[in-house]
């Protein structure tokens, strides 16, 4: 560590890392900071215990381990410290500035997504497929149509029996109507 | 539900003692504690099992001569009713779901705040956001009353209409917000991917501050979606086999979500480098793809008073040459009326060992047993989301998996009860798979059960239903 000629006591040493004493104590204990030039109630702190020192509280609001932070801290020169301290400031800005993104904002984006023009559809996921699957509908996936856009499918529920139901497309519908409806004359205590 | 049943639930509202509701103000405390499978690893790398458990207790005020601080009101409910009109809810589950949302706003006061949305594949706002006064009670009662079924179901654009109503312009530290989500078709329309789903819900959780509960009505819907959609957004899946557990559940979970204690709490885990984790219990890791991570979190829920959730993770570790020792830390972080709080740095410690001495070292009876529930729900949930596949090859993977699972679990489950009726759940459950005898209504069911034991949920159904 080079010498420097500030000389900071530990008070102010931890204000302008906008941290605790105690912390700074902690940190020096468990040899993430080297101790001060001189013992004693007069003991200096140098611009290099600060500069590491907002090292550390960086890594630390980043959360990486105490052990990385040891490693990180006993391997690195004084003038990579200065080069990491400037690229964990850069990094914190730019999480600064995703975390601003309001609630309202964040929803907003996901619906602008789903509302905007989709996706073609994704591979349908295998739903379960019940044993009365004869009478269901298609597995219903969104229609595409010519420009990629996805299209609502909407569909009729007819009831044909005490439960057993037609589900149809609605476009479908007129087609089959002679069909239907000779299904619904169809006695209804056939199995 | 009749007349009679709404003035039931409200004279229960009204008087309930169990489960306690919380003052707005009082102070909670999160413990956690670490169990570790084994401390020693072999030189050649290990896997091992760690199960954290996390509960929430309502600290007792101190014992003083001061008069007691007057008892604040309970933390008001934000809700959001996401209402499916869609074709096949049209006669008794469509009127049913609306009575259910009528006394469900009944048991409101002022203090709360509501918003119901329906949807087929339309979505409309039946009420936006607003404090629930008697007024606004009688306009939702009536604009409900004119609901009929129609069309097809577009569940994921609804559900973020509704997560849209409840976001505010900041994230509240203390409020209670959820978006409850009532369905008995597949989603049809939109967005229908699982994945996609579940990874906005835990976002719309952690962004918005907005949980998200499913409730799945029936035999149709996909629990398959429904599960994982619920799980990620820090709620809860609930199965309905019928109407009368429509009305049990939407009013348990709502006297539930009064009883929170400890709100959006999650548990934090740091590990070394060179070590993988995987949860294993029903939890949403949002970073699960990215297993090395060096510190990770898992949203473990709103907890009430003296509620224990337990989570196991399977921890992988490398070869001895990479280090000589590793240590893993995880405490837990909550929220309560006075902001957020992380709990004290737990410890497990393994150091690498002998293969003769690893295999001599013994094994905690109980951590082993949540080990082996967990392995086992996990076990059953993908066999049965093979098994929905109604694909052959699909109903082999499931049984082979279910086989491999047995296996490990018989290594360690001695004569331990709970160990060994998983073990023959497993087992009826190949044989059901194989014999392709597996219903929609058993999948369901088993899939809700599963839900409930590994994620310590509760069941607020009270009738017996027809699970077959």
């Not at chain 1, 000629?5 to 204000?15: G, M, P």
């Amino acid at each position: 560590m080079h010498s420097n000629d500030r000389s900071l006591t530990i008070e102010e040493l931890a204000e302008q890392a906008q941290t605790s004493v105690r912390t700074v104590r902690y940190y020096i204990t468990e040899n993430l900071l080297p101790g001060p030039g001189s013992r004693g109630k007069g003991a200096a702190y140098t611009e290099e215990h600060l500069q590491r020192l907002r090292l550390i509280r960086r890594l630390s609001e980043r959360r990486a381990p105490l052990a990385e932070i040891r490693e990180v801290m006993a391997r690195v020169t004084d003038d990579e410290v200065r080069a990491l301290l400037a690229e964990e400031d850069a990094r914190a800005q730019t999480l600064d500035a995703t975390q601003a993104v309001s609630p309202k904002a964040y929803i907003a984006a996901l619906l602008d997504q789903a509302r905007g023009p989709q996706t073609p559809p994704r591979k349908p996921r295998p739903a379960y497929a019940p044993p009365t699957a004869a009478f269901r509908p298609p597995p219903a996936t969104p229609t595409t149509s010519a420009g990629g856009a996805t299209q609502a499918s909407a569909w009729r529920r007819v009831e044909l029996a005490p439960g057993v139901e037609l589900h149809i497309e609605e476009e479908a519908e007129q087609r089959y109507r002679s069909f239907i409806e000779r299904l619904l004359q169809t006695p209804r205590d056939e199995p | 539900m009749s007349e009679n049943d709404a003035q039931r639930d409200a004279n229960q509202s009204n008087q309930s003692s169990e489960p306690q509701q919380p003052s707005a103000a009082q102070r909670v405390s999160v413990t956690l504690t670490a169990r570790q499978e084994k401390s020693l690893l072999r030189p050649t790398g290990s896997r091992r099992h760690a199960v954290f458990g996390v509960r929430a207790e309502r600290e007792q005020p101190p014992q003083t001569d001061q008069p007691a601080e007057p008892t604040k009101p309970r933390r008001p409910l934000t809700l959001a009713l996401t209402l499916d009109r869609s074709g096949s809810m049209s006669g008794a589950p469509l009127r049913m779901a609306k009575q259910v949302a009528i006394t469900l706003m009944d048991g409101l006061t002022e203090q709360d705040e509501l918003a119901v949305v329906i949807f087929d594949d339309k979505i409309e706002t039946l009420q936006e956001l607003t404090a629930v006064t008697p007024e606004v009670k009688r306009q939702t009662r009536r604009a409900l009353e004119q609901i009929e079924a129609r069309g097809s179901t577009a569940l994921h654009e609804a559900w973020l209409t509704s997560c849209n109503m409840l976001a505010g312009d900041h994230l509240p530290e203390d409020r209670l917000a959820r978006c409850y989500l009532l369905t008995d078709g597949q989603a049809n329309v939109g967005e229908t991917d699982v994945e996609t789903i579940a990874t906005q819900a835990a976002g719309v959780r952690e962004h918005v501050g907005v949980g998200t509960s499913a409730f799945g009505l029936g035999d149709d819907y996909n629990e398959h979606l429904l599960g994982p959609w619920a799980v990620a957004g820090g709620g809860q899946f609930h199965d309905l086999r019928n109407l009368a557990d429509l009305a049990d559940t939407f009013l348990g979970e709502r006297d539930e979500l009064r009883a929170v204690v400890a709100l959006r709490t999650r548990l934090e885990v740091e590990m070394a480098q060179g070590m993988s984790a995987e949860v294993i219990s029903a939890y949403w890791r949002a970073d699960s793809a990215n297993s090395r991570a060096l510190r990770w979190r898992l949203d473990i829920g709103d907890l009430i008073h003296g509620e224990e959730r337990n989570v196991v993770v399977r921890f992988r570790f490398p070869k001895e040459d990479k280090a000589y020792a590793y240590t893993v830390r995880a405490r837990a972080v909550w929220v309560d009326s006075y902001g957020e709080h992380s709990g004290p740095w737990q410890e497990i410690a393994y150091t690498y060992g002998s293969n003769d001495a690893c295999d001599d070292e013994p094994r905690d009876l109980e951590t082993m047993r949540a080990i082996g529930l967990a392995h086992a729900d996990r076990t059953r949930r993908r066999a049965l989301e093979l098994a929905a596949h109604r694909e052959p090859q699909d109903n082999e993977r499931a049984q082979r998996l279910i086989e491999q699972t047995v296996a490990r679990i018989s290594d360690y489950a001695h004569d331990d009860p709970a160990l060994l009726t998983a073990i023959r759940e497993l087992q009826e459950l190949a044989e059901t798979i194989k014999e392709q005898r597996l219903t929609s209504r058993m999948s369901k069911a088993t899939y809700f059960a599963l839900q409930t034991r590994s994620r310590g949920q509760r069941d607020h159904r009270t009738t017996g239903g027809d699970d077959k």
